[in-house]
């Protein structure tokens, strides 16, 4: 297994007039047998990013390094495998899930390998391979995700991207799909970015995470403390709106601190970025609350703090909330 | 989602047949409708005809008899004779074979040219696939005839000219299709894994693109032959196409208008030959497009029943609805009452129940929530009591009232009235709610305007304050822009601000937050909360998400299989749950909290196939608590005295064995009873 690093990386969409920057400047290491956990708001670049890594989706500036080598994208299966978020629509409805799987399986094995390999890997993600001749119509939405992962780990990959892989499956399938994620992780040692909406996920599955808000990312660092001790105001809002049963907030109050402002400040629009620190327009420590932060307003902050925490004034605050007591 | 039918069946049950007979299922199905049927008993009568046709009547047809020349209609010579006296009937059947064939092989060359061309932007890469599509696009805009015609001269007239014409000239068309289809094809995630496997260009047009779209192209190209038979007869009509002695119906039909004043017949044949081959093309593939294609869903209000159907379906295990003496926050006159709901779809096996005796009420200002997997009937509960649900499903419900007013009686306008102005509703993407290409603002003042009476302006005024109370910045700039224009959280906020055009008393969400982020979904959830707090509005959230609902609610309605299983207070939902479906399904969502190093605990099995409930507790076959009576006999959902309802012999008990959770416990049946 190997170590994939994103070296200063932008994805630009769309032509020179109406061009946006979906992924700006990102530097990420995906550790060697490591699972990095990538969070962030929709429209952030997570997928972005991710359809980049496999060589979907055309860079426009910096390179991705595997081993510290630009991947190379030849004939055969590419070293960078990806799950979809969709197990719908990820599976050719026209195809058994065994000839799905064995076209991932590298050239050069014999049909009858080829099969052997298919069985493997079915009893590797818990499916009967006695069904490799089922269509993805026969199977509900937790067998399919597993056959995609089966496929993912047919081509043999040092790095799997997974993209919000059991966002659209029900709640009571998702906890298998994840307890899936987590034994083939630990038994196979793959190295792994794990995208997700859901803060909760990434905390089960991941050893590192990564925040993403409009293009960049505003901090990273080891799982347990980026959770327990959030360095950037946007990490500490995504926390504090996790929904979370055995905590009930009381129903929302006008005694809210933060100003209402804030509150209900939208999310920006990534075709016109604000200046200066992206997130200034909904900070609750920002200028919106400080307005002597004015740098805030005019000067992106570097992520030169602890978690490389892009802000200003991350160090100079004590944790807003700690969630995990 | 949208007002879109619910369908009645959950994504997630595997489907039994297999792709591949399901579309050969849906073609069968095809020729049961009345024009499918006809249209393919006419398709087959032409093809039996151009096979045979000249086996039969060809020496009728070559036999010359000059005394009989350019005789009328008899007995003899059905449509009469040509000048040579051969009988003209018979060359209308044998032409047949000419006719069709040549007309099938120049769709033939139509569909091969324009499947190349269409999906070579695929295999050229970007620029020169842009190239391609661009010439194609400006072929399209010719007129098929005109190209025919200049193709015809360019290949020269005779029958081989004249299919190599009117294959170019129909090319383009199918070139257009085809990269359409193609594009959306290649678009999907598993064209984009399969090039991650490796699978070069090629093998991912041979093996995915093509095989997903030779559907719609069988019927196009099924129309298209009836267009080529025209226009193959137009140009043997005109003398570019087949030449004597050979002969099409084009050809005859020519020969016939030379004396169509002394004798019209020998026009009339040929003509309806045309006629009737190109329908017997056109309506096949037109039937059969409809048939696999969407049928139009119309949305429309559905006749509530009173009463249990008298049908086949047995009649679900009604509930032990709320007493009369309810306390609690229901307390007093309920916002909503429904007793006993109950919606039916027809099925391919009979009929289909996915919401199977339903009861509950909602008190005044009370929130209430809806828990359950994804096939359970929450949101066909929903559009029950909204009366959206579609046609085939029909509604049943002992009891359906709400503010007092009973919605099984009475007219249907008032009904549209009361909901109009007292009820919202709120689905999980609003974009598909609005109309795209209206002002935010008018959607919400035509609400006012409609239900409320008020002029223009007065329901403008009101909906910008409106706009307001959902806290949508600058509501006055913004009640001037699109739909499109909003943000996914700030859609839903204004869908909600459209519930409160009216002065709601109930507020039914459908999901309204799963399309959000975690911070959007807060805001819309406190909205949500700031809303009832100020207006005494009550709610009921439907949601997979337990945490949102445990957050938001005062109590939790878990639904399993269509019906009720547990009726709880929010609070007690993390930890003190009854049923071990709700509490299996409490702990298979991971939170904050759940420990690090060992599995999520998950529920074994599947959900129930609405088609196919099992006789006792549906939740039986995954149940770790299920004795032998709960395969037999369904349990009621008994009220234990303080509104706390719950659906289960062994209710709070816990599985002596079976540590919660922890994978599938392979309980035999009977065995504790
Ligand atoms: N093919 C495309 N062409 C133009 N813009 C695009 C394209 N794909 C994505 N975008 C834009 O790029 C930005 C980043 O999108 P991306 O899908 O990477 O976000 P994401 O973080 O994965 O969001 P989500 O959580 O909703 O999946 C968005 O503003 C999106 O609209
Ligand atoms: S740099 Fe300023 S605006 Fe940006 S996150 Fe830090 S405090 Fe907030
Ligand atoms: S009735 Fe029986 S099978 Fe159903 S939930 Fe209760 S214990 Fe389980
Ligand atoms: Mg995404």
Redo the contacts with the bound molecule.
């Keep these: 297994m190997s170590e994939l690093r994103f070296d200063d990386v932008s994805v630009r969409?769309?032509s020179r007039r109406r061009a946006?920057t979906?992924?700006d400047r990102v530097s990420l290491t995906v550790p060697d047998g490591a699972v990095v956990g990538l969070v962030?708001?929709?429209?952030?670049?997570?997928?972005?990013?991710?359809r980049a890594a496999v060589g979907l989706t055309p860079l426009s500036g910096g390179r991705i390094l595997l081993d510290g080598e630009p991947i190379r994208h030849g004939s055969g299966p590419r070293p960078v495998q990806m799950v979809f978020?969709d197990p719908y629509s990820s599976l050719d409805p026209r195809m058994t899930i065994g000839e799905s799987i064995a076209e991932a399986v590298p050239r050069g094995t014999g049909s009858a390998d080829r099969r052997r390999e298919v069985a493997r890997l079915l009893e590797l993600v818990e499916l009967d391979p006695a069904r490799a001749g089922a269509h993805p119509g026969q199977l509900s939405g937790g067998q399919r995700q597993r056959v995609a992962l089966a496929r993912a780990l047919a081509a043999r990959p040092a790095v799997v991207v997974a993209?919000?892989i059991t966002s659209a499956l029900d709640v009571s399938i998702q906890g298998t799909v994840l307890n899936l994620v987590r034994r083939l992780q630990r038994e196979l040692g793959t190295s792994m970015l794990f995208?997700s909406?859901n803060l909760a996920v990434v905390r089960y599955v991941a050893s590192e995470i990564a925040v993403?808000y409009l293009?960049r990312i505003v901090e990273h660092g080891p799982a347990e403390q980026v959770l327990a001790d959030p360095q950037h105001p946007y990490t500490r809002d995504l926390l504090a709106a996790v929904p979370d049963s055995a905590h009930a907030r009381p129903a929302a109050t006008a005694a809210d601190p933060a100003p209402t402002a804030v509150a209900a400040a939208e999310p920006a629009d990534?075709h016109a970025p604000p200046p200066g620190c992206r997130y200034h327009p909904r900070c609750p420590v920002g200028p919106l609350v400080h307005p002597e932060r004015e740098v805030c307003r005019t000067t992106e902050p570097t992520a030169d703090h602890r978690h490389a925490t892009a802000c200003h004034f991350a160090p100079a605050r004590a944790p807003l909330a700690r969630l995990t007591d | 989602m949208t007002i879109a039918p619910v369908p009645p069946t959950d994504a997630d049950q595997p489907a039994a047949p297999s792709r591949r007979s399901a579309a050969g299922t849906r073609w069968l199905a095809v020729l049961r409708t009345p024009v499918g049927a006809g249209a393919g008993l006419l398709l087959t009568v032409v093809l039996l005809l151009a096979v045979f046709g000249p086996v039969f009547w060809s020496d009728a047809a070559d036999t010359v008899d000059t005394t009989a020349a350019m005789q009328g209609a008899s007995g003899e010579h059905w449509v009469g004779t040509d000048a040579l006296g051969r009988d003209l009937f018979a060359r209308v059947l044998v032409a047949t074979r000419l006719s069709i064939g040549l007309a099938l092989l120049a769709t033939l060359i139509a569909v091969v040219l324009g499947l190349l061309l269409g999906t070579a932007p695929l295999l050229l890469g970007r620029r020169a696939g842009r190239l391609v599509t661009a010439a194609v696009d400006i072929a399209v805009a010719f007129p098929g005839l005109l190209l025919a015609l200049f193709f015809a001269v360019v290949f020269g007239v005779g029958a081989t000219g004249a299919v190599l014409a009117i294959g170019f000239a129909g090319a383009p068309s199918f070139a257009r299709l085809s990269h359409t289809l193609a594009a959306g094809i290649a678009d999907r995630d598993f064209v984009s894994a399969a090039r991650i496997a490796g699978v070069g260009r090629v093998r991912v047009l041979v093996r995915h693109v093509l095989p997903n779209i030779g559907e719609p192209l069988v019927v196009n190209a099924t129309i298209g032959a009836g267009g080529a038979l025209l226009a193959f007869t137009g140009l043997s009509f005109l003398g570019l196409g087949v030449q004597a002695p050979s002969y099409d119906w084009g050809r005859l039909l020519q020969d016939g208008l030379s004396g169509i004043y002394i004798h019209p017949e020998a026009a009339l044949a040929p003509g309806v030959a045309i006629v009737v081959a190109g329908l017997a093309f056109n309506l096949f593939g037109e039937a059969v497009a409809k048939g696999i294609g969407l049928t139009a869903a119309v949305n429309g209000a559905y006749p509530v029943r009173s009463g249990p159907r008298a049908d086949t379906v047995p009649a679900p295990v009604t509930d032990d609805g709320t007493p009369a003496t309810d306390p609690g926050p229901a307390a007093g006159r309920p916002v909503l009452d429904v007793q006993d709901l109950s919606v039916t779809f027809p099925g391919p096996g009979g009929l289909v129940r996915p919401v199977r005796g339903v009861s509950f009420r909602i008190g005044r200002g009370e929130a209430v929530g809806v828990v359950g997997e994804s096939g359970s009937g929450k949101s066909l509960t929903a559009l029950a009591i909204a009366r959206l649900v579609e046609q085939p499903g029909e509604v049943t419900a002992d009891r359906l009232e709400f503010q007092g007013t009973d919605l099984l009686t009475g007219s249907e306008r008032s009904h549209r009235r009361l909901l109009g102005t007292a009820f919202a509703m709120v689905f999980q993407d609003p974009m598909t709610s609005f109309n795209p290409t209206r002002r935010i603002g008018r959607q919400l003042a035509e609400v006012a305007e409609e239900h409320q009476g008020m002029n223009r302006r007065q329901a403008m005024g009101r909906a910008v304050d409106r706009l307001r109370a959902v806290r949508v910045p600058a509501a006055e700039r913004r009640a001037h822009q699109y739909p499109h224009e909003f943000s996914g959280g700030m859609r839903q906020r204004a869908m909600i601000g459209m519930g409160l055009m009216g002065e709601p008393t109930l507020i039914v969400a459908d999901e309204p937050t799963t399309a959000l982020?975690v911070t959007v979904q807060r805001q819309v959830l406190d909205l949500l909360a700031a809303v009832r707090a100020a207006d005494g509005v009550a709610l009921l959230l439907i949601s997979h998400d337990v945490a949102v609902v445990g957050q938001v609610c005062d109590r939790v309605l878990v639904m399993y299989a269509g019906r009720v299983v547990e009726d709880l207070p929010a609070a007690e939902l993390g930890t003190a749950a009854r049923h071990p479906y709700t509490r299996a399904l409490v702990a298979a969502v991971p939170d904050m909290h759940v420990d690090l190093d060992s599995p999520l605990p998950v529920i074994p099995g599947r959900p129930v196939d609405p088609a196919h409930q099992p006789p006792g507790c549906a939740y039986a076959p995954r149940c770790p608590l299920a004795s032998a009576r709960c395969t037999v006999e369904d349990p009621a959902l008994a009220d234990d005295g303080t509104g706390w309802r719950v659906a289960c012999w062994h209710a709070g008990e816990v599985a002596d064995l079976a540590v919660p959770g922890a994978a599938p416990v392979a309980v035999s049946l009977g065995e504790r009873a």
């Design positions: 969409y769309g946006m979906a992924v962030g708001e929709s429209g952030s670049g997570k997928s972005t990013l991710a978020q993209d919000e995208i909406h993403m293009g990534p | 982020d």
